[in-house]
Each structure stands twice: as C-alpha cells, then as structure tokens.
C-alpha cells in the first residue's frame, strides 16, 4: 500500500493518522477547518487515558475534576467524588494537541474539503476544490454530518440526537450534570481550562425546545449564558436495530468515531470510541495479513469484542432508564434520590462516570450487590425492570 488518506481532522481522524504514520505509511490528512470548537464536553473518562495515557500527562490545558453534583426532577442533588478524575479539555485545544501529534508523526495535514469521492480499481480519487488526492485506502473521519452519502454510517433520523451548548467565560471546580423530566436526554455543565461548556443533549424536542431549557437552568443557577457563544452539533445516538447493520466499513476503507455511529447511547460519550476505533482500524491496515478484501470485516469484528456489542446492548434500554417510571417518578429521579441511601449504588456511579462499568454486566452486577436494605432493594428491583437479561451470545463480553 502506498498511501492511505484520512477525511477529517478530529480525534478520531488524527489519532489513526498518527499511528498510520508513526508506523511508516505514508498518510494523508484532509479536513476543512482542522482544530474547532464544539458544544461537547470534552470530557476524558479514566477508561479513555488509562489506555491512552498522554491525554493525561500531555502539556494540553485541561481541567482535573473529582466533583460531580447530580440532579433530577424534584429531588435536588448529590455530590458525587469520583473516584477517578476526569479531564476536561476545550474541544479546540484537544484536536490541536491531536494534529500536532499526528504531524510529529510524519503525517502530511491539507486543509481542504473533499467533495467527492470516486472508487479506482486499486484504490480512491478524492475531489477537493484545489484538485484531487489520489489514495490506496480511505479513512472516514467526517464526524456525524458525513457528507459523503457512499460511506460510513447511514443515518436515519431516529438515530440521532441534537447537542448544544455554549461556551461562557466563567469558572466552576465542579461538574455538574442534570436529569429533566420527560427528557432523553441531560443538561451538563463542565469545566473547562477558563471556561464552562454548558449544554444539552436530547432526542425526541427541537433544538430550540432544547435551547429554552437549557436556558432556564442557567438562569437558575446563576450563570450568564447571554455573554456566552452558542454552538449546535449533531450527535449519532444508534437504536439497537440500527447497530446490528451499522455500515463501519466496505471495500478499501473504514468509518472511525462519529462518523461510524460510535457514541455511547446512554451517556452520549464519544471521545474514548474515536480513539479506540481508530486504534483498532489502524492496527488492521498495518497487519502483515492486511488484505482489502477482508479488512472490512477484521475491523468490524475487532470492534465487536472490544466494545460494539456493549453499545449495543445499552441501546437497547437508554429510552427506559431516561423516560420510564417507577411510583409516579421518573427513573433517574430514583436513581439520584437513592444515592445518598445506598453507599452501592453511589459507588455504582462512580464506575458509569469513570468508564470502567460496561452494559452487559450491569444487570448483572445490580442483582448481586444491590440486595442489602430496603433501599437498595427498591433500586435493585427498578433496575431488573429496565435492563434486560443480556442474550447468552453476547454475555461473555461482559469485563
């Protein structure tokens, strides 16, 4: 293989053009704004820099975090200390840091738009306003407004959500996260380094539904959002049904974070998933056994023991643990409610913020320690309502 290209410059794209090149392919970068800034959180789970420990130690501002205040419809809050940090980055910095990586490397970094895009025999011709990029393969890096129809996910509109938020020039130490009622979906407030990104995330309301109650929990807590900048970003939020036939890849080329579908379901987390697809993509084309032929399928499975069959299953109840009701109450109204009686169920929590709780076993886990009071009791019983038994095909993924 002579040269593979990369569409798109955010993590997911620089991170697998970083270890293309670092491992001596020549590698081609391609992206119409490179570094930018987005409404996400930025936040970085200890399951994301336990793996990829420079996103800690780099030089990068960040925000270290060990408090979270998590709230719900009309039971106030709880002050959770995590028990792994989190790390906040302001998204444009992150992807900086990242392309920097990326060049370091070895990568060569054009900013520029593909138009189009045209399958060779051997390989692709990509169409860009200055020309056109001839490559050997193809790297799909274009996040989840991927404007090339041919490759990637194929979205409908149940499988996505809308994220906004704004960019405001105050501080907090802590993050703070709330559940609405009758919302899929939560407000957050993260810190950033000299900033707050504070949004929201959803499905099922419009964008200015979404807007208006996001502006009135600001107004609530205080914070000035009208001195802040607004930013609006779709996020792919896959039904079950659609994770079983989620196009990731085809012939001469591989979908990497957003633009293959991969965000949490539940959390709406994508960072870690852009890395790790992209780690687990570039490892396939630099095996001595690559054959374009059957990558496609090598990605796929690769990525269904490491982490597809998990979202998959938490697909599968996201609705339930944010819409259903137990007594009147919506369900995360219990869970929040709970915490403070239930030193389990807290600690429960701090594995979901940390990362290091998957899906599949968390049925599992909430039947066996969760049995000790009447309280625990009471969650233990409004879990095994909204989780369902994992099938026994999957159940041996479960960490």
């Given at each position: ?20 090149a ?11 704004k ?6 996400c ?7 994301a ?59 060569q ?9 045209e ?14 990029i001839?490559?050997?393969y ?9 404007p ?50 504070a949004?929201i ?13 996001l502006?009135l ?23 079950r ?47 001595e ?10 990605y ?8 597809l ?13 944010y819409l ?13 409610g ?37 309280n ?11 989780i ?12």
């Open positions: 293989m002579k040269r593979v290209a990369v569409l798109g410059g955010g993590p997911a794209g620089a991170h697998t053009a970083e270890l293309l670092a491992s001596g392919l020549e590698t081609i970068l391609i992206d119409e490179l570094a930018w800034e987005k409404p959180g930025g936040g970085i789970t200890y399951k820099y336990e793996k990829y420990p420079f996103l800690f130690e780099s030089r990068t501002p960040k925000k270290i975090v060990t408090e979270s205040y998590i709230g719900a419809h009309k039971v106030g809050s709880v002050k959770l200390k995590l028990n792994q940090p989190l790390l906040i980055f302001s998204r444009l910095e992150l992807n900086q840091m990242l392309l920097d990586r990326a060049e370091n490397a070895g990568v970094i054009e900013k520029e738009r593909v138009t189009a895009i399958e060779r025999e051997q390989g692709w011709t990509l169409k860009t306003k200055a020309g056109s001839e490559a050997d193809m790297i799909v890096a274009t996040g989840a407004r991927n090339l129809r041919e490759v990637g996910t194929q979205w409908t509109p149940q499988d996505t959500m809308v994220a906004l938020g704004y960019y405001i020039p105050t501080n907090q130490e802590h993050i703070d996260i709330q559940f609405l009622d009758r919302l899929e979906g939560y407000i957050w407030i993260f810190p950033r380094a000299g900033h707050l990104s949004g995330c959803g499905r099922g309301e419009t964008a200015q539904q979404l807007k208006l109650r502006e929990y600001l107004d609530e807590k205080g914070i000035n959002w009208k001195q802040g900048q607004l930013y609006a970003h779709m996020l792919p939020s896959l039904s049904a659609h994770w079983k036939t989620n196009r990731v890849a085809g012939k001469r080329w591989m979908a990497v974070g957003d633009a293959a579908g991969l965000v949490d379901p539940i959390t709406g987390e994508g960072i870690y998933y852009a890395m790790r697809s992209a780690d687990l993509a570039s490892r396939v084309i630099r095996s056994s690559f054959d374009p032929a059957t990558a496609a399928g090598v796929r499975s690769q990525m269904e023991d490491d982490f069959l998990d979202l998959e299953f938490g697909a599968s109840f996201a609705q339930k643990l259903g009701r137990f007594f009147f109450k919506s369900i995360p109204s219990c869970i929040v709970y915490m403070n009686r239930s030193p389990k169920l807290y600690e429960l929590m701090q594995d979901i913020f940390s990362g290091t709780q998957d899906y599949i076993s968390l049925r599992n886990r909430v039947f066996r320690s969760l049995n000790g009071s009447v625990e009791s009471v969650v233990n019983f409004i879990f095994q309502r909204i369902p038994e994992p099938p026994v095909s999957i159940r041996a993924t479960a960490r």
